[in-house]
Protein backbone atom coordinates (compact mmCIF):
# COMPACT_ATOMS: atom_id res chain seq x y z
CA UNK A 1 0.00 0.00 0.00
CA UNK A 2 2.78 2.12 0.71
CA UNK A 3 4.29 1.73 -2.20
CA UNK A 4 1.08 2.40 -4.24
CA UNK A 5 1.15 5.70 -2.31
CA UNK A 6 4.67 6.62 -3.22
CA UNK A 7 4.12 5.45 -6.75
CA UNK A 8 0.79 7.90 -7.02
CA UNK A 9 2.82 11.00 -5.76
CA UNK A 10 5.28 10.78 -7.87
CA UNK A 11 2.98 9.89 -10.77
CA UNK A 12 1.18 13.12 -9.70
CA UNK A 13 4.53 15.12 -9.72
CA UNK A 14 5.49 13.98 -12.94
CA UNK A 15 2.08 15.24 -14.16
CA UNK A 16 2.52 18.56 -12.73
CA UNK A 17 6.67 18.43 -14.94
CA UNK A 18 4.54 17.51 -17.71
CA UNK A 19 1.55 20.34 -17.45
CA UNK A 20 4.55 22.50 -16.91
CA UNK A 21 6.38 21.76 -20.23
CA UNK A 22 3.55 20.93 -21.75
CA UNK A 23 2.39 24.87 -21.86
CA UNK A 24 5.74 25.88 -22.35
CA UNK A 25 6.21 23.95 -25.75
CA UNK A 26 2.37 25.28 -26.85
CA UNK A 27 3.70 29.02 -25.92
CA UNK A 28 6.94 27.90 -27.86
CA UNK A 29 5.08 26.66 -30.99
CA UNK A 30 2.87 29.38 -31.26
CA UNK A 31 5.69 32.24 -30.82
CA UNK A 32 7.29 30.32 -33.92
CA UNK A 33 4.71 30.83 -36.13
CA UNK A 34 4.62 34.43 -35.59
CA UNK A 35 8.24 35.08 -34.66
CA UNK A 36 10.65 32.65 -35.77
CA UNK A 37 11.99 29.89 -33.81
CA UNK A 38 14.94 31.05 -33.01
CA UNK A 39 13.42 34.09 -31.34
CA UNK A 40 10.63 32.03 -29.76
CA UNK A 41 13.16 29.72 -27.60
CA UNK A 42 14.95 32.93 -26.58
CA UNK A 43 11.92 34.52 -25.08
CA UNK A 44 10.41 31.36 -23.93
CA UNK A 45 14.07 30.92 -22.21
CA UNK A 46 13.94 34.42 -20.95
CA UNK A 47 10.31 34.07 -19.55
CA UNK A 48 11.28 30.55 -17.87
CA UNK A 49 14.28 32.34 -16.28
CA UNK A 50 12.23 35.23 -14.64
CA UNK A 51 9.40 32.25 -13.24
CA UNK A 52 12.38 30.24 -11.68
CA UNK A 53 13.40 33.29 -9.67
CA UNK A 54 10.12 33.81 -8.31
CA UNK A 55 10.15 29.76 -8.02
CA UNK A 56 13.55 29.68 -6.16
CA UNK A 57 12.80 32.75 -4.15
CA UNK A 58 9.23 30.81 -2.75
CA UNK A 59 11.26 27.86 -2.08
CA UNK A 60 14.01 29.65 0.41
CA UNK A 61 11.38 31.46 2.20
CA UNK A 62 9.13 27.65 2.53
CA UNK A 63 6.02 28.68 0.69
CA UNK A 64 4.54 26.20 -1.30
CA UNK A 65 5.14 26.49 -4.82
CA UNK A 66 4.62 24.99 -8.45
CA UNK A 67 5.95 25.31 -11.78
CA UNK A 68 5.44 27.53 -14.10
CA UNK A 69 2.44 27.76 -16.39
CA UNK A 70 2.55 29.22 -19.81
CA UNK A 71 0.05 31.22 -22.03
CA UNK A 72 0.93 32.27 -25.14
CA UNK A 73 0.73 36.43 -25.67
CA UNK A 74 -0.14 36.47 -21.80
CA UNK A 75 3.02 35.23 -20.10
CA UNK A 76 4.13 33.38 -17.42
CA UNK A 77 3.18 32.56 -13.57
CA UNK A 78 4.14 30.45 -10.80
CA UNK A 79 1.51 28.67 -9.02
CA UNK A 80 1.82 30.11 -5.56
CA UNK A 81 -0.31 27.88 -3.08
CA UNK A 82 0.27 29.76 -0.07
CA UNK A 83 0.46 33.79 0.63
CA UNK A 84 3.72 35.00 1.83
CA UNK A 85 3.21 35.68 5.58
CA UNK A 86 4.67 39.06 5.21
CA UNK A 87 5.25 42.26 2.76
CA UNK A 88 9.24 41.99 3.08
CA UNK A 89 8.88 38.22 2.02
CA UNK A 90 6.47 39.22 -0.61
CA UNK A 91 8.92 41.53 -1.81
CA UNK A 92 11.92 39.26 -1.45
CA UNK A 93 9.91 36.45 -3.96
CA UNK A 94 8.31 39.36 -6.43
CA UNK A 95 12.20 40.95 -6.77
CA UNK A 96 13.87 37.35 -7.77
CA UNK A 97 11.83 37.43 -11.03
CA UNK A 98 13.05 40.37 -12.61
CA UNK A 99 16.74 40.43 -11.05
CA UNK A 100 17.36 36.91 -12.41
CA UNK A 101 15.21 37.54 -15.97
CA UNK A 102 17.69 40.45 -15.90
CA UNK A 103 20.87 38.45 -15.88
CA UNK A 104 19.37 36.72 -18.56
CA UNK A 105 18.88 39.45 -20.61
CA UNK A 106 22.37 40.15 -20.08
CA UNK A 107 23.33 37.40 -21.27
CA UNK A 108 21.75 37.66 -24.62
CA UNK A 109 22.97 40.68 -24.88
CA UNK A 110 26.44 40.17 -24.41
CA UNK A 111 26.38 37.27 -26.65
CA UNK A 112 24.27 39.05 -29.64
CA UNK A 113 26.96 42.08 -29.43
CA UNK A 114 29.55 39.70 -29.39
CA UNK A 115 29.05 39.30 -33.00
CA UNK A 116 26.13 37.27 -32.71
CA UNK A 117 22.98 36.82 -34.64
CA UNK A 118 20.20 40.13 -34.96
CA UNK A 119 17.56 38.20 -33.47
CA UNK A 120 19.57 37.07 -29.94
CA UNK A 121 19.57 41.10 -29.14
CA UNK A 122 16.25 41.45 -30.22
CA UNK A 123 15.63 38.54 -27.29
CA UNK A 124 17.67 40.84 -25.22
CA UNK A 125 15.42 44.22 -26.15
CA UNK A 126 12.58 42.05 -25.11
CA UNK A 127 13.92 40.72 -21.84
CA UNK A 128 14.70 44.11 -20.79
CA UNK A 129 11.74 45.69 -21.66
CA UNK A 130 9.55 43.09 -20.42
CA UNK A 131 11.00 43.00 -16.59
CA UNK A 132 10.79 47.05 -16.80
CA UNK A 133 7.21 46.50 -17.62
CA UNK A 134 6.60 44.09 -14.95
CA UNK A 135 8.28 47.15 -12.39
CA UNK A 136 5.42 49.25 -12.61
CA UNK A 137 4.38 49.60 -9.34
CA UNK A 138 1.08 48.41 -9.56
CA UNK A 139 -0.17 45.18 -8.57
CA UNK A 140 -0.15 41.87 -9.26
CA UNK A 141 2.57 42.74 -11.35
CA UNK A 142 6.32 42.52 -9.50
CA UNK A 143 7.15 45.97 -9.30
CA UNK A 144 3.54 46.18 -7.08
CA UNK A 145 4.70 44.18 -4.66
CA UNK A 146 8.06 45.26 -3.92
CA UNK A 147 6.90 48.42 -3.55
CA UNK A 148 4.00 47.75 -0.93
CA UNK A 149 7.06 47.73 1.22
CA UNK A 150 6.28 51.68 1.68
CA UNK A 151 2.62 51.07 1.38
CA UNK A 152 -0.06 49.67 -0.66
CA UNK A 153 -1.38 52.86 -1.36
CA UNK A 154 2.02 53.25 -3.89
CA UNK A 155 -0.12 51.19 -6.92
CA UNK A 156 -2.57 54.63 -7.84
CA UNK A 157 1.18 55.99 -9.16
CA UNK A 158 0.97 53.17 -11.16
CA UNK A 159 -2.17 53.83 -13.14
CA UNK A 160 -0.86 56.60 -14.87
CA UNK A 161 2.12 54.72 -15.91
CA UNK A 162 -0.05 51.99 -17.23
CA UNK A 163 -2.45 54.41 -19.08
CA UNK A 164 0.55 55.98 -20.64
CA UNK A 165 1.74 52.87 -22.02
CA UNK A 166 -1.65 52.24 -23.48
CA UNK A 167 -1.94 55.56 -25.24
CA UNK A 168 1.89 55.03 -26.69
CA UNK A 169 0.82 51.17 -27.10
CA UNK A 170 -2.22 49.84 -27.16
CA UNK A 171 -2.22 46.14 -26.47
CA UNK A 172 -5.14 44.11 -25.23
CA UNK A 173 -2.89 42.70 -22.93
CA UNK A 174 -2.38 45.79 -20.95
CA UNK A 175 -6.88 46.01 -20.50
CA UNK A 176 -6.61 42.82 -18.67
CA UNK A 177 -3.74 43.88 -16.53
CA UNK A 178 -6.07 46.69 -15.80
CA UNK A 179 -8.73 44.71 -15.31
CA UNK A 180 -6.78 42.36 -12.49
CA UNK A 181 -5.65 45.37 -10.82
CA UNK A 182 -8.66 47.04 -10.03
CA UNK A 183 -9.32 45.08 -6.94
CA UNK A 184 -6.03 45.71 -5.76
CA UNK A 185 -6.51 49.18 -6.27
CA UNK A 186 -10.34 48.96 -4.24
CA UNK A 187 -8.04 47.08 -1.43
CA UNK A 188 -5.67 50.14 -1.80
CA UNK A 189 -7.90 52.55 -1.54
CA UNK A 190 -9.68 51.02 1.91
CA UNK A 191 -5.69 50.26 3.45
CA UNK A 192 -5.91 51.09 7.33
CA UNK A 193 -2.57 51.52 8.28
CA UNK A 194 -4.11 50.91 11.90
CA UNK A 195 -5.99 47.69 11.44
CA UNK A 196 -3.84 44.96 13.36
CA UNK A 197 -3.68 42.60 10.71
CA UNK A 198 -1.96 45.16 8.33
CA UNK A 199 0.25 46.53 11.06
CA UNK A 200 1.28 42.78 11.22
CA UNK A 201 1.67 42.05 7.67
CA UNK A 202 3.40 45.75 6.80
CA UNK A 203 5.57 45.39 9.29
CA UNK A 204 9.36 45.95 8.29
CA UNK A 205 12.21 48.05 9.77
CA UNK A 206 13.06 51.29 7.86
CA UNK A 207 16.16 49.94 6.57
CA UNK A 208 14.76 46.67 4.77
CA UNK A 209 12.90 49.66 3.14
CA UNK A 210 15.22 51.70 2.10
CA UNK A 211 16.71 48.71 0.61
CA UNK A 212 14.14 47.02 -0.92
CA UNK A 213 13.23 50.54 -2.81
CA UNK A 214 17.45 51.05 -3.66
CA UNK A 215 17.48 47.86 -4.67
CA UNK A 216 13.82 48.68 -6.91
CA UNK A 217 14.71 52.34 -8.86
CA UNK A 218 18.36 50.56 -9.26
CA UNK A 219 17.38 47.74 -10.99
CA UNK A 220 14.51 49.91 -13.39
CA UNK A 221 16.94 52.29 -13.93
CA UNK A 222 19.14 50.24 -15.43
CA UNK A 223 16.12 48.02 -17.29
CA UNK A 224 15.28 51.52 -19.14
CA UNK A 225 18.83 51.80 -19.90
CA UNK A 226 19.15 48.46 -21.51
CA UNK A 227 15.86 48.59 -23.03
CA UNK A 228 16.63 51.85 -25.08
CA UNK A 229 20.28 50.47 -25.78
CA UNK A 230 18.91 47.79 -27.32
CA UNK A 231 15.84 48.83 -29.36
CA UNK A 232 18.35 51.23 -31.11
CA UNK A 233 20.48 47.88 -31.61
CA UNK A 234 17.40 46.37 -33.48
CA UNK A 235 15.72 49.04 -34.84
CA UNK A 236 14.86 48.84 -38.83
CA UNK A 237 16.80 51.90 -39.57
CA UNK A 238 20.16 50.41 -38.28
Known amino acids: MIKLLLLALSGAKLG ?7 TMLISLVVYAFVFGW ?5 FIALLF ?20 TFIPFVGAWIDLK ?29 AADDGGPRWLMAVAYSGFFLNLFNLLPLAPLDGGRITAV ?7 AGVP ?9 PNPMLLLIALIAAPQLV ?28 LYFGLAAYLA ?11 PDR
Open 16 to 22: KLFASGG
Open 38 to 42: RYAAG
Open 49 to 68: AHEMGHYLAARQRGLAVGLP
Open 82 to 110: EQPRDVETEAYVAFAGPLVGTVAAIACYL
Open 150 to 156: LSPRIWF
Open 161 to 169: LLGAMFLWQ
Open 187 to 214: KAWKYDPKAAENQRYYAISPRRRFEYLA
Open 225 to 235: FMAYRTHSLVS
